[in-house]
Every structure is written in structure tokens, then in C-alpha cells.
């Protein structure tokens, strides 16, 4: 019998999916509270006198995880997802003890290498699909976007308040003792999958690789992940040090300014993503948001003097991270062919983790062989050249994706089937995997034939 979509999430599902992204919130969070202190800390220790330096131990956890995030992922098919997991937070937590014995910058850069190379973010997302059904898999990838989103915030208030109690080396082990602990969650906590198989909406599949890579519209999202998070790692670089040089505030206090700063970026999110996607306005809001990213990074290479100036231009930054975090992942959703989400989204976060990379260390050699503001001057450039590419975006389709189960079918029937559901009144795109079970669809934001779906799938074809 086919499950509606209406059906709630069972017990199983929603412990699963809570504890998953637990999980990814005790890693994140020794990722996140380490990037408001690391530079002031390294900035005392031997090497630390090179802008560069700092800037590649702020941005190689992103190199390792940009190489390693898919391979992670379809090695958990093999091998089993938990395992895979293991490793990976293992992995995680030796990086931050190696960081945390660091007494000069290379160390330091040697444990954010290894920390990078615990690279489980697409294994922890295989899991959460072999734990959820078809209909409620996109709720519980919702409920660990927006526990990272959180993340985020809440590290970024906590970091300096952190290490002001146990200093950046204590902040380090902590994040390794973090790890042990989503270690200990998903043995204890996240249920074992009955089966594990390839999910395409949650999974890179291999041979769609090359045809993401040759979609312009995905490159144009690529594109902008990577300077989204290029230019979040490269502010970083300066920003800390800023605070202190020119408002005279120590870094303990520095979570004085992220958290007003973070509250007034994520308020000023809600109505924007409301109209949106209630709307149908996603191109004028998400075009906005470039804009003000290229506005307040280049703002910010004038005001790098001016207190005041900083304050403000560091929440209009945010306003449009948060922004562009949060519609940019729906935005690859919409534009993805049926059937190729995940592997659209593999690829898009490998985009993300290079950005990071280069982000740090690009800004770490212009603040030191330019200045400081050349930093968010090439920041600015990025963002320009994302906002051109933004505006020449077809129209977005007012579509959204639809998992329907169809129980294991052969090749042909899924063929016949998937020609069917295409016919369906509201129904723009159809792709049925009959090894996996699913039907992948896109359809109308406003309406389409679903119980027609479910009676062609009861039926069989």
C-alpha cells in the first residue's frame, strides 16, 4: 500500500533524524567557534607573524573536506554508513587534539589538515535517507540544515566567551571530546538502517557527475557557494583582529558584537524568505542578497577604520550569508534534473568546502601583501561576478520536489511508469529508479494531480 505524504513521521523517523543532527551539531561546533579567535590566537605563536600562514591554517580543514566529503559518502555505501561515520569523527577528533598541542602555526594547520579529513557530512546525510521514508526525507534534511544554520550563530557568540575560560588550545580538545561524543550518539542513540542503499536524492551518484558539471544554471549556484564561503573565511582573516585594533575590544568580549549581529541577520531573514517562497519572488530575493553581499564586503574594505562602520557593515554581511544559506541549497532543489538532487548537491558542497579553502588562504596572502582591505575588495569581486551571473538566471520554475515509494520494480516497468507520471497534470519532470523504489518528481508549487500519482502507482503500469 502506498504512504502518503500526509502521514506523519514515525517515532523512529523523528529519533533518527534528532539525533543525526545532534550529531552534526557537536561536530559543527568545534568547527564554527574556532573562526572568531583562531587568528588573534595564532597571531602569537612561532610563524603566526605571516598573515598567510594564519590564513592557511583558517582555510585547509575546507581543502581536505572538499576532497574527501564525496569519496566519504560512497564509501559508506560499501562499507556501511555507521562505520564510515566513525572513522570520519575519529579522524575529526585526532586533528583537534594534534591543534590543541600545537605550541607554533604549523602544528596548528597540521591538525586542521586531519580535522578536514573527517569529512562525514555526506555519510551522516545517507544515513538520515536509509532512516527516513521517501515522503519525509526532505523534512529531516530541513531539521539538520537549520540545526547547522543555528550552529552557526550560537559558535560564533560562544567561541570568545570559550576561550576567555580555556583558551583556543582548551577549545580545540574540547572539540575533539565533542567528537567522542557524537561517537557515542550514534552508537547509543541513531538506530541501525534495515537496509542501506543509494538514494539519488540524497547521494552522488558517480556517472551524473559530469552532466551537473556541464549545467550552467547548477555552475552559476557552484559558483556562488564558493564565493559565499571564500569570502565568510577570508572576513574571519580580519575582522578579529580588527575588533581589537580598532574598537579596543579584547577578544573575550568579541561575542558582544556576534551576538547582536547574529539575532538582527537571522530576524532580518524570516520576511525575506517568506517572500520568497510563498511568493514566488525567490530571483528578486536572491539577486538582492548578492547584491548586498558584494555591497557590505566592499563597505567593509572603506569602513576598516571606523568602529561604527565595522558593526554595521559585518551584520549587512551576515543578513545576506544567512540568506544565501538558506535558499541556496532550494535553489539547486528547483534546478536539478529529477532523480540527480544529491548528486547536484555533492558537488555543490564540494564547491562550498573549496571556497573555504581559498577563502583563508588567498586572504591570508592579500592581508599580507596588499593590506587588510584588499581582502574584502576580492571578496567584493567575487560577489559582482556571482551578482552578473545571478541576473542572467532563467526564470525559476515554481516547482518543488516530490519522493513517492513504488516498491522495487525492473527497468521497463520503471521506464513505463516514470512516461505515466510525466502525463499527470501538474507534473513537470519524472524519474522512477526501480532498483531504489522511488519515484522522483518535480511538481507545481500550486497544485497538481497526486492522487492520480498514487492510483497509477497502485495499479502498476
Given at each position: 500500500?502506498?504512504?502518503?505524504?500526509?502521514?506523519?513521521?514515525?517515532?523512529?523517523?523523528?529519533?533518527?533524524?534528532?539525533?543525526?543532527?545532534?550529531?552534526?551539531?557537536?561536530?559543527?561546533?568545534?568547527?564554527?567557534?574556532?573562526?572568531?579567535?583562531?587568528?588573534?590566537?595564532?597571531?602569537?605563536?612561532?610563524?603566526?607573524?605571516?598573515?598567510?600562514?594564519?590564513?592557511?591554517?583558517?582555510?585547509?580543514?575546507?581543502?581536505?573536506q572538499?576532497?574527501?566529503?564525496?569519496?566519504?559518502?560512497?564509501?559508506?555505501?560499501?562499507?556501511?554508513?555507521?562505520?564510515?561515520?566513525?572513522?570520519?569523527?575519529?579522524?575529526?577528533?585526532?586533528?583537534?587534539?594534534?591543534?590543541?598541542s600545537?605550541?607554533?602555526?604549523?602544528?596548528i594547520?597540521?591538525?586542521?589538515?586531519?580535522?578536514?579529513?573527517?569529512?562525514?557530512?555526506?555519510?551522516?546525510?545517507?544515513?538520515?535517507?536509509?532512516?527516513?521514508?521517501?515522503?519525509?526525507?526532505?523534512?529531516?534534511?530541513?531539521?539538520?540544515?537549520?540545526?547547522?544554520?543555528?550552529?552557526?550563530?550560537?559558535?560564533?557568540?560562544?567561541?570568545?566567551?570559550?576561550?576567555?575560560?580555556?583558551?583556543?588550545?582548551?577549545?580545540?580538545?574540547?572539540?575533539?571530546?565533542?567528537?567522542?561524543?557524537?561517537?557515542?550518539?550514534?552508537?547509543?542513540?541513531?538506530?541501525?538502517?534495515?537496509?542501506?542503499?543509494?538514494?539519488?536524492?540524497?547521494?552522488?551518484?558517480?556517472?551524473?557527475?559530469?552532466?551537473?558539471?556541464?549545467?550552467?544554471?547548477?555552475?552559476?549556484?557552484?559558483?556562488?557557494?564558493?564565493?559565499?564561503?571564500?569570502?565568510?573565511?577570508?572576513?574571519?582573516?580580519?575582522?578579529?583582529?580588527?575588533?581589537?585594533?580598532?574598537?579596543?575590544?579584547?577578544?573575550?568580549?568579541?561575542?558582544k558584537?556576534?551576538?547582536?549581529?547574529?539575532?538582527?541577520?537571522?530576524?532580518?531573514?524570516?520576511?525575506?524568505?517568506?517572500?520568497?517562497?510563498?511568493?514566488?519572488?525567490m530571483?528578486?530575493?536572491?539577486c538582492?542578497?548578492v547584491?548586498?553581499?558584494?555591497?557590505?564586503?566592499?563597505?567593509?574594505?572603506?569602513?576598516?577604520?571606523?568602529?561604527?562602520?565595522?558593526?554595521?557593515?559585518?551584520?549587512?554581511?551576515?543578513?545576506?550569508f544567512?540568506?544565501?544559506?538558506?535558499?541556496?541549497?532550494?535553489?539547486?532543489?528547483?534546478?536539478?534534473?529529477?532523480?540527480?538532487?544529491?548528486?547536484?548537491l555533492?558537488?555543490?558542497n564540494?564547491?562550498?568546502?573549496f571556497?573555504?579553502?581559498?577563502?583563508?588562504?588567498?586572504?591570508?596572502?592579500?592581508?599580507?601583501?596588499?593590506?587588510?582591505?584588499a581582502?574584502?575588495?576580492?571578496?567584493?569581486?567575487?560577489?559582482?561576478?556571482?551578482l552578473?551571473?545571478?541576473?542572467s538566471?532563467?526564470?525559476?520554475?515554481?516547482?518543488?520536489?516530490?519522493l513517492?515509494?513504488?516498491g522495487?520494480?525492473?527497468?521497463?516497468?520503471?521506464?513505463?511508469?516514470?512516461?505515466?507520471?510525466?502525463?499527470?497534470?501538474?507534473?513537470?519532470?519524472?524519474?522512477?529508479?526501480?532498483?531504489?523504489?522511488?519515484?522522483?518528481?518535480?511538481?507545481?508549487?500550486?497544485?497538481?494531480?497526486?492522487?492520480?500519482?498514487?492510483?497509477?502507482?497502485?495499479?502498476?503500469?
Amino acid at each position: 500500500m502506498t504512504v502518503h505524504a500526509t502521514d506523519k513521521m514515525s517515532k523512529a523517523e523523528l529519533r533518527a533524524t534528532v539525533s543525526l543532527a545532534l550529531v552534526f551539531t557537536l561536530r559543527m561546533f568545534g568547527m564554527f567557534s574556532i573562526l572568531p579567535v583562531l587568528a588573534l590566537y595564532a597571531k602569537g605563536l612561532p610563524g603566526g607573524d605571516s598573515p598567510l600562514l594564519i590564513g592557511v591554517a583558517l582555510g585547509i580543514d575546507g581543502l581536505a573536506q572538499a576532497a574527501l566529503q564525496i569519496p566519504f559518502g560512497l564509501m559508506s555505501d560499501r562499507y556501511g554508513r555507521k562505520r564510515m561515520i566513525y572513522i570520519g569523527l575519529i579522524l575529526f577528533a585526532l586533528g583537534s587534539f594534534i591543534a590543541a598541542s600545537g605550541t607554533d602555526i604549523y602544528v596548528i594547520i597540521l591538525g586542521r589538515l586531519v580535522q578536514g579529513t573527517g569529512a562525514v557530512s555526506a555519510a551522516i546525510i545517507a544515513l538520515t535517507a536509509d532512516l527516513t521514508r521517501e515522503e519525509h526525507r526532505a523534512k529531516g534534511m530541513a531539521l539538520i540544515g537549520m540545526s547547522i544554520g543555528a550552529t552557526f550563530g550560537i559558535s560564533l557568540v560562544l567561541g570568545p566567551a570559550l576561550n576567555h575560560l580555556i583558551g583556543v588550545a582548551g577549545l580545540f580538545a574540547l572539540t575533539g571530546v565533542l567528537a567522542f561524543v557524537a561517537m557515542g550518539v550514534i552508537r547509543f542513540v541513531v538506530p541501525d538502517p534495515q537496509v542501506s542503499r543509494v538514494h539519488a536524492d540524497a547521494e552522488t551518484i558517480p556517472g551524473q557527475i559530469a552532466t551537473m558539471l556541464r549545467n550552467s544554471e547548477l555552475q552559476r549556484l557552484n559558483f556562488g557557494i564558493f564565493s559565499l564561503h571564500a569570502a565568510m573565511r577570508g572576513l574571519f582573516m580580519v575582522i578579529p583582529l580588527v575588533l581589537v585594533q580598532v574598537g579596543g575590544l579584547p577578544g573575550s568580549e568579541h561575542w558582544k558584537v556576534y551576538l547582536p549581529v547574529m539575532a538582527v541577520s537571522f530576524i532580518a531573514v524570516i520576511p525575506a524568505i517568506i517572500v520568497a517562497e510563498k511568493y514566488g519572488r525567490m530571483k528578486l530575493v536572491f539577486c538582492g542578497a548578492v547584491a548586498l553581499l558584494c555591497l557590505s564586503t566592499l563597505l567593509m574594505a572603506v569602513f576598516l577604520g571606523n568602529f561604527v562602520g565595522v558593526i554595521v557593515t559585518l551584520s549587512m554581511f551576515f543578513i545576506a550569508f544567512n540568506l544565501l544559506k538558506a535558499t541556496l541549497p532550494s535553489l539547486v532543489s528547483k534546478i536539478a534534473p529529477a532523480g540527480s538532487k544529491g548528486t547536484a548537491l555533492g558537488v555543490y558542497n564540494s564547491f562550498q568546502f573549496f571556497g573555504l579553502f581559498l577563502g583563508g588562504t588567498l586572504g591570508g596572502f592579500l592581508a599580507q601583501h596588499v593590506g587588510n582591505a584588499a581582502v574584502f575588495v576580492f571578496s567584493a569581486g567575487l560577489a559582482l561576478a556571482w551578482l552578473m551571473l545571478a541576473l542572467s538566471m532563467q526564470p525559476l520554475p515554481a516547482i518543488r520536489s516530490q519522493l513517492l515509494h513504488v516498491g522495487e520494480i525492473d527497468d521497463e516497468r520503471a521506464r513505463r511508469l516514470s512516461a505515466a507520471l510525466a502525463k499527470i497534470s501538474g507534473v513537470t519532470e519524472a524519474v522512477v529508479i526501480g532498483a531504489e523504489g522511488v519515484a522522483y518528481l518535480k511538481v507545481s508549487m500550486h497544485g497538481w494531480d497526486e492522487r492520480s500519482a498514487h492510483n497509477l502507482i497502485e495499479k502498476g503500469v
